[in-house]
């Protein structure tokens, strides 16, 4: 069960225009969503997966509720919102606040990185975080639009099977120079493409 398909429909429209704070609101209004919906319909057993540690000090409260079913909570560190040069400093106290607490009452912490796993075990070691690296990336099996790929591979002189993608949001936390940099200093035949989403 995860609150941002479950709850998303109501938290979007509902959801007041209060900043940063937005964030924080959705993830307790679609916790609440994911909380009733399991009472409506009498599950037992299960598992909430939050993704990113924005509702810290508020968790502990619906971890419990969640346990009255039988239901764990999983939670997704992501990165590390707290070092993000847009939040001002009072705002990533929050964040760092909020990681803590979400490290602290979740029953497990599913990381996407290593280095984030290693991370979360070595700085929240006291509470003994139970946690396991699964990575990003796919397999992809879909041909439906080869043709169209051809034609974006011939316009941009790269080969089937021959390059490395990354896609992700154009942000300074996301290290972008550093792959460029290091992938210009490998030895690798393949080609760097770089598809940059814009939010």
């Not at 319909?41 to 419990?64: D, M, S, T, W």
Request: aromatic residues 14%; hydrophobic residues 40%; proline residues 4%.
């Amino acid at each position: 069960i995860m609150p941002s398909l479950v709850g998303s429909e109501m938290c979007i429209r509902d959801r007041p225009n209060i900043g940063p704070a937005k964030a924080v609101y959705y993830d307790i209004a679609a916790l609440k969503a994911v909380y009733q919906y399991v009472v409506d319909h009498n599950i037992e057993e299960g598992i909430v997966y939050i993704l990113a540690c924005r509702i810290g000090p508020f968790l502990k409260k619906y971890v419990k509720m969640f346990h009255t079913k039988n239901i764990q909570v999983f939670v997704n560190p992501d990165g590390h919102e707290f070092k993000r040069a847009k939040w001002n400093w009072f705002i990533r106290q929050y964040w760092k606040l909020s990681e803590r607490l979400m490290i602290k009452n979740a029953d497990y912490v599913v990381c996407d990185s290593q280095n984030i796993e290693k991370y979360i075990q070595e700085d929240y070691k006291k509470y003994q975080p139970q946690t396991t690296f699964i990575a990003y990336g796919a397999d992809v099996v879909d041909n439906s639009d080869e043709e169209k790929f051809e034609v974006w591979a011939k316009e941009h002189e790269v080969s089937k099977n021959e390059y490395y993608l990354i896609v992700g949001r154009f942000v300074p936390e996301n290290n972008y120079e550093t792959m460029i940099r290091e992938f210009m200093s490998s030895n690798t035949k393949k080609d760097l493409v770089l598809s940059l989403i814009h939010i």
